[in-house]
T-cell receptor, first 107, second 113 residues
Framework: AQSVTQPDIHITVSEGASLELRCNYSYGATPYLFWYVQSPGQGLQLLLKYFSGDTLVQGIKGFEAEFKRSQSSFNLRKPSVHWSDAAEYFCAVYMRFGAGTRLTVKP | NAGVTQTPKFQVLKTGQSMTLQCAQDMNHNSMYWYRQDPGMGLRLIYYSASEGTTDKGEVPNGYNVSRLNKREFSLRLESAAPSQTSVYFC????????????FGQGTRLTVV
């Protein structure tokens, strides 16, 4: 059965610091993987996606994610966080979502 | 480009009342989905429709019914609302073909008192 685990419920980083949000999945075949972002009171916006090919994918707003099949992971990264990145982030495999990671950015 | 439109945006119901949440998409997508979002639980799939005329249960279908009225519209009905159904509900549609990028509505915040 498909499942998605986001181990970190809440992460706090300082503005300008680097960010990594973890995502592990369980899926029998080649997964279609996604990261979405949700600002308060809003719907979900697609940040990036992986279907096949290059395991390092670039997304919007300076985010990137790396697919590691051996670790069943698809971690989201950003080199320098901006205050506007504060939001909730969801990893998804196909149409199944993780529980989300809330990001707080300290000034 | 409207994308996925949900109505209403907010609703308060009394226990036992019924209501229908509406969802419409203008992207000619075949697949549509209803999720509920609760704190710490992410998005859980209630029902989905792979194409017009078909619907299937997701993870948490109890207490809900759906109708795929046509290709554009997919409604979610609560026949007898319960406080446990207090949640934020999201509708999504998916591009046709093998690469399932989803597009989401803005959500309906439902409170059952």
């Amino acid at each position: 059965a498909q499942s998605v685990t986001q181990p970190d419920i809440h992460i706090t980083v300082s503005e300008g610091a680097s960010l990594e949000l973890r995502c592990n999945y369980s899926y029998g075949a080649t997964p279609y993987l996604f990261w979405y972002v949700q600002s308060p009171g809003q719907g979900l916006q697609l940040l990036l996606k992986y279907f096949s090919g290059d395991t390092l994918v670039q997304g919007i707003k300076g985010f990137e994610a790396e697919f590691k099949r051996s670790q069943s992971s698809f971690n989201l990264r950003k080199p320098s966080v901006h205050w506007s990145d504060a939001a909730e982030y969801f990893c998804a495999v196909y149409m199944r979502f993780g529980a989300g990671t809330r990001l707080t950015v300290k000034p | 480009n409207a994308g996925v439109t949900q109505t209403p945006k907010f609703q308060v119901l009394k226990t036992g009342q019924s209501m229908t949440l509406q969802c419409a998409q203008d992207m000619n997508h075949n697949s549509m989905y209803w999720y509920r979002q609760d704190p710490g639980m992410g998005l859980r799939l209630i029902y989905y429709s792979a194409s017009e005329g078909t619907t299937d249960k997701g993870e948490v279908p109890n207490g809900y019914n759906v109708s795929r009225l046509n290709k554009r519209e997919f409604s979610l009905r609560l026949e007898s609302a319960a406080p446990s159904q207090t949640s934020v509900y999201f509708c999504a549609s998916r591009k046709p073909g093998g690469r399932p990028e989803a597009f989401f509505g803005q959500g309906t915040r439902l409170t059952v008192v």
